[in-house]
């Protein structure tokens, strides 16, 4: 089975902190995903990579950057985290020739106070 | 952007009755995917239905998409209290490369 693994189930961090959000995938896809999910609003895409070095803005990028150095490897930066990025994170994964069935890790829910 | 956007928001049923729930969206789509979110975890991918596909079976799920009027139900049949989550559906984006996902029906089902 695919494996979408993201470091931290939970963190806490404070206003003004650089967050790091590793989430590695172990079947070799193409495509990787950053959702943010609040509740009453759905899953939001914050940034999204078809291949390694490449991203592409979702529909929320603003306080966020990726980094993609590695095919197996989807980091999503906090530059200055705010309390309003207090959010469950979730990163997911898919192969390539389209999106179609997308695998989610666990979530990573971050509180910065 | 489009997006999927289920209803009800929130439904409570008796084991061993029948849940339905629905996804309306607002432009032509490719496919439409079904997803459950085991509460605090991460969402799994449930059936894909095709727009040239009407109904779609997986075990005690039924999948119907009506692209005339841009709407889909998904149906348990024969609930169980491990099937307590919330649902999503998402639909991919005009351009095909991603989805968008609506903010999702709980549901719950007592024992």
């Known amino acids: 089975d695919v494996k979408v693994t993201q470091s931290s189930r939970y963190l806490v961090k404070r206003t003004g902190e650089k967050v790091f959000l590793e989430c590695v995938q172990d079947?070799?896809?193409?495509?990787m995903f950053w959702y943010r999910q609040d509740p009453g609003l759905g899953l939001r895409l914050i940034y999204f990579s078809y291949d390694v070095k490449m991203k592409e803005k979702g529909d929320i990028p603003e306080g966020y950057s990726v980094s993609r150095e590695k095919k197996e490897r989807f980091s999503l930066i906090l530059e200055s985290a705010s309390t309003n990025q207090t959010s469950m994170y979730l990163c997911?994964?898919?192969?390539?020739?389209?999106?179609?069935?997308?695998?989610f890790g666990s979530g990573t829910q971050l509180s910065v106070l | 952007s489009q997006q999927g956007e289920e209803d009800p928001q929130a439904l409570s049923i008796q084991e061993g009755e029948n849940a339905t729930m629905n996804c309306s969206y607002k432009?032509?789509?490719?496919?439409l995917q079904w997803y459950r979110q085991n509460s605090g975890r991460g969402l799994v991918h449930l059936i894909l239905?095709?727009?040239?596909?009407r109904e779609k079976h997986s075990g005690r799920l039924r999948v119907t998409l009506d692209t005339s009027k841009k709407s889909s139900s998904l149906l348990i049949t024969a609930s169980r209290a491990a099937d307590t989550a919330s649902y999503f559906c998402a639909t991919d984006d005009n351009y095909g490369q991603n989805f968008v996902f609506g903010p999702g029906t709980r549901l719950s089902v007592l024992p």
């Open positions: 997911a994964s898919s192969p390539t020739g389209g999106v179609e069935k997308l695998f």
């Open positions: 079947m070799d896809h193409e495509n």
């Open positions: 432009t032509s789509i490719n496919n």
């Open positions: 239905i095709r727009s040239n596909e």
